[in-house]
């Protein structure tokens, strides 16, 4: 690892303005990819600001209709946490695949967003449960948050905060999860809302992304039997020395067709 | 160079500390702490595990800056002059074979327990994701920590 300058700002506004002033900075949340990154010198800031002294981005909330999640929450607090797991079920199983025990004992929902790998696990709860992130400068839709391959809406220096879902009638996740890493080689989020069905597919494309072919087979007829005979184009996934992107696009239908199965 | 002041094994203890340096460097090199292992340097093996403020992590995936102010507990600081329960479990199920795993397992395996006092088989297979053993094929690691639990819900946990 090369040598960088170190920072512990208490606020948000300390921690962007350190951002704003460093050569190269990167913000350091539970550091499961940056520090691995940065001992492989993937990844060569000139600061790192740690944002482990910004309490108040710590914990979860439940109100009515959402569950707001701080972005410094570890995955195994959101995984254990007996008000997700009443409210969104499926959102604490989501964060209780992620990596491992230690992976999730230090690992955060802001950095695993920011960080936006291909074939992280948060993204498709977000992008699939319709969630807003919080940022120190906005609120951005799960829409419209997840442009590409590590690629964020985020602009230099702004902070993720916080993390709202709202609450869906019924969703599951469901992951095909590489045997080493943990990583999803394709993972599937199924929500069904009042306001309909969102898929959203992780590992298969450069970033989370719906597949809306699916939804709408899934609006009119809400049942595993619905997905059957849908052919996913391989188009645009990803192949590597893991899946080619045929089989990738295989398994999207698979990993729906069991979400549905746990929640129709 | 910064000054890192944390508290390891039950002791208060400071040393100087690049930001670079790892969580384990600072352990092994600084405090002379070589039972916490460094296997693969990529985050995935475990048997550098240590316990941070009570839950298991890798201590090779973290700078010893951001232990600052923390309790940290390795395989070092388990044991009061007899085995803990499930040190002592892992040599009765003889749950090793080369060692060099272990600490790591140990560690991790105490985690587990503290958060599930009755663990299942398969409760013990999933947690162990975070640990990999490249001699045992984990038989007995399994049938070690499942005793150790059960030694430590008998005699109390440590």
Redesign the interface.
Known sequence: ??????H?PVSAAEAEALAAKAGEARF?AG??TL??A???RLAQPTD?I?L?RLGDLRGIKVSGSEVRIGAMTLH?AVA?SAEVKRAIPALAHCAGVI?????R??GTLGGSLANNDPAADYPAAVLGLNATVHTSRRTIPADSFFRGLFETALEPGELITAVSFPIPERAAYEKFRHP???YAVVGVFVARTGGGVRVAVTGAGPCAFRATQLEQALAKNFSPDALKGIKISADGLNSDIHAAADYRAHLIGVMARRAVAAIA | M?TVTMTVNGRAVSGEA???T?LVQFLRDTLGLTGTHIGC????C?AC?VH?DG????SC???A??A?GAAVTTIEGLSNGELQPMQAAFREHHGLQCGFCTPGMVM?AI??VN?NPTPSEHDIRE?L??NICRCTGYHNIVKAIKAGAEAMAAGGKR
Request: overall charge negative.
């Open positions: 690892m090369y040598s960088f300058a170190y512990r350091l550091g499961m520090l691995p940065m001992k492989l790192l740690d482990a195994a254990a990596g491992d025990p230690q992976v004992n230090r080493a890493s943990r | 910064p690049e930001p670079r790892l340097d990529t985050s995935q475990g595990v941070l839950l298991s992590v890798k995936s973290m700078l800056v951001q600052e991790s985690d587990l958060q947690w994701d975070g």
